[in-house]
């Protein structure tokens, strides 16, 4: 398959033979069912996350590749290109009207999506929780007993390439209206509280020691985050801009209050 996809990829004429077309839709049916990703977490959660740069191209190549249709949903009407997701029973994935996942997005069993939407090419593992109007974009890698908030925005990244997905570890907690892209990595249950935004050129300030530490594009695991502002100067002069505090670790509290959310589930309580 990625041999093909390659091919049509330096060739888009190629797209008119079957045996490519093929080809691109075994590679989303892959990631639809989950045996595929666009991003494989490193080994014993060590290292860094390796990106299929060709199955990212598989699913840009699997736009031109449809024709459009329109798709019914009782009194709903859609017109597009792409299917959406079905067999939610079986899968074991409960999902609230409106909610809306595309095929060729993988949800494990257990996750749960209030009225949202996640785009093709996404992951997201089991026990994770996607609530009201919050939005996984293509290709987004969610982890294991996530919970994104009410209103979260998760980038999606296409093109160019080779550039990362959003990655979201395992067991992280991110606050309403919060929104993560171009391929920022929040590490394994970090807190992000509301508001907060993080982008490649995003300022991530942890203030808890000494002296405060910047990086860029990823946060530590079991970070605790909240937005802040720091001063820049201008040619008109010196303002406030955006920019994200690391204020402490996640603590036993912490995990308290966000586990309220999995006492909820266990017990068919919708949040």
């Known amino acids: 398959m990625r041999q093909e996809i390659e091919q049509a990829w330096e060739d888009r004429q190629l797209l008119k033979e079957q045996r490519v077309v093929q080809a691109i839709e075994h590679t989303i049916e892959l990631l639809d069912k989950g045996e595929l990703r666009v991003a494989d977490p490193p080994v014993n959660g060590e290292g860094a996350w390796t990106v299929n740069d060709w199955v990212k191209k598989a699913v840009i190549l699997y736009f031109p590749t449809r024709g459009m249709r329109t798709l019914e949903a009782g009194p709903l009407e ?10 939610y029973a079986e899968l074991g994935v409960r999902v609230v009207p409106h909610a809306v996942a595309r095929y060729g997005a993988y ?35 969610i982890g294991k007993g996530v919970h994104l908030s009410g209103g979260v925005g998760i980038g999606g990244v296409l093109e160019p390439v080779q550039a990362a997905p959003v990655i979201i570890e395992d067991g992280c907690f991110i606050g309403s209206r919060a929104i993560v892209v171009e391929g920022v990595r929040v590490g394994a249950e970090a807190v992000l509280g509301a508001n907060v935004v993080l982008t490649a050129s995003t300022r991530i300030i942890d203030v808890t020691g000494g002296a405060p530490q910047e990086m860029r594009g990823s946060v530590p695991p079991r970070s605790v985050v909240i937005p802040g502002t ?4 201008f040619p008109a002069g010196e303002f406030g801009v955006p920019c994200a505090l690391i204020i402490g670790k996640r603590k036993a509290s912490t995990d308290q209050k966000t586990s309220l959310n999995d006492a909820l589930r266990e017990y068919n309580v919708a949040v």
């Open 78 to 87: 859609f017109h597009d290109k792409m299917e959406l997701k079905r067999g």
């Open 107 to 141: 949800l494990a069993p257990g996750t749960i999506l209030m009225p949202s939407y996640v785009n093709i090419g996404a992951y997201v593992d089991a026990g994770t929780m996607v609530d009201t109007w919050a939005t996984v974009g293509s290709c987004a890698q």
């Open 230 to 233: 720091t001063m820049k100067q």
